[in-house]
């Protein structure tokens, strides 16, 4: 048993002088359990097929399908918008116009008639069906209800499905590599790559007493904890890529098509563009999470993890 002696005496020892907010019967015991066990953040095989986590998951692949899909249809929008300063712009069938009366409807025939272009227009008002010529027209953009509403949803709950087969299949990968480098190497080494980024920025923090040294001790720690993950989504990407290429391969084949719509060249292309986003992921995931550290460790931290993986795969 240690004497109370003793064990100030091995704080003394083992702590660096700098290490400030940690000393005390507590914080030594704290700061040496942590330090002891490499894998002290190791998450569980299983842990993201449980119920729980499988809800968490649906419920991000609903909610991002839903927004990437929502921007798709504002940027539709905001092309629409810029169709007017276009020099070859022209009414077309389906646009919303105003007509010289003030009242609006829209295109559901244009011809030529005499060398003058008409337009038959349909009242939004359910009145009869009228004729103006093209100049008395006037395009109305469409509101924001209207762009949201008609977007094309029919395959919204195929993508969810897909943005969840590919992010259980992300982590499944993920705790596979885990597995494999743990048999692999010592628990020492593997431990660098399986550190809980937030986290072990508060333990820089508590073991230095600076944020700006935790940030730099994070410049490491977040380069080492974000290879797992990155190496992940690269190799569900390429998993995902191969099935959509074979089908795509397949297709044309069946369709008697000499040269598939998406040819081999490009898909070598974009694999080498998916390493090169998530190679970069790294480097920016461990900046970024050095400077959130810098800010506020732990949640600063996981917001600049979150932006650091954003950006690379953005561009």
Not at 106 to 126: A, Y
Not at 148 to 166: D, L
Not at 191 to 198: E, Q, V, Y
Not at 304 to 311: K, N, P, Q, S
């Amino acid at each position: 048993m240690f004497s109370t002696t003793s064990l100030s005496s091995l704080n003394n020892r083992i702590l660096p002088q700098n290490m400030t907010g940690v000393r005390g019967s507590c914080g030594v015991g704290r700061v040496l359990a942590l330090s002891l066990d490499p894998l002290v953040d190791k998450k569980g095989a299983f842990a993201h097929v449980t119920p729980t986590a499988l809800a968490l998951t649906g419920a991000k692949s609903l909610v991002l399908t839903g927004i990437t899909a929502t921007n798709v249809a504002l940027f539709k929008a905001l092309v629409d918008l810029q169709k007017p300063y276009d020099p070859g712009f022209e009414l077309l069938a389906g646009m919303k116009v105003a007509t010289p009366s003030g009242s609006t409807g829209k295109i559901v025939e244009r011809s030529s008639h005499r060398g003058i272009m008409v337009c038959v227009v349909e009242m939004d008002n359910g009145a009869p069906q009228e004729t103006y010529s093209e100049q008395d027209l006037c395009w109305n953009p469409p509101d924001l209800m209207d762009v949201i509403e008609e977007t094309n949803w029919s395959g919204f709950p195929q993508k969810v499905v897909v943005s969840f087969t590919r992010n259980v299949t992300t982590t499944s990968t993920c705790r596979y590599i885990e597995f494999l480098m743990l048999s692999a190497y010592t628990k020492e080494t593997v431990g660098k790559f399986m550190k809980d980024a937030p986290k072990e920025a508060v333990r820089h923090m508590e073991a230095s007493g600076s944020r700006i040294a935790a940030g730099g001790m994070m410049l490491e720690s977040g380069f080492y904890g974000c290879v797992v993950g990155h190496t992940s989504v690269f190799i569900t990407q390429q998993i995902f890529d191969t099935i959509r290429f074979l089908n795509h391969k397949r297709l044309a084949i069946r369709h008697g098509k000499s040269k598939p719509h998406w040819s081999f060249s490009q898909y070598t292309s974009d694999a080498a563009m998916s390493l090169l986003k998530s190679s970069g992921s790294i480097i920016t995931s461990s900046i970024c999470a050095a400077v959130g550290t810098c800010i506020f460790p732990g949640t600063g931290t996981g917001i600049g993890l979150l932006v650091g993986d954003t950006v690379c795969y953005l561009l």
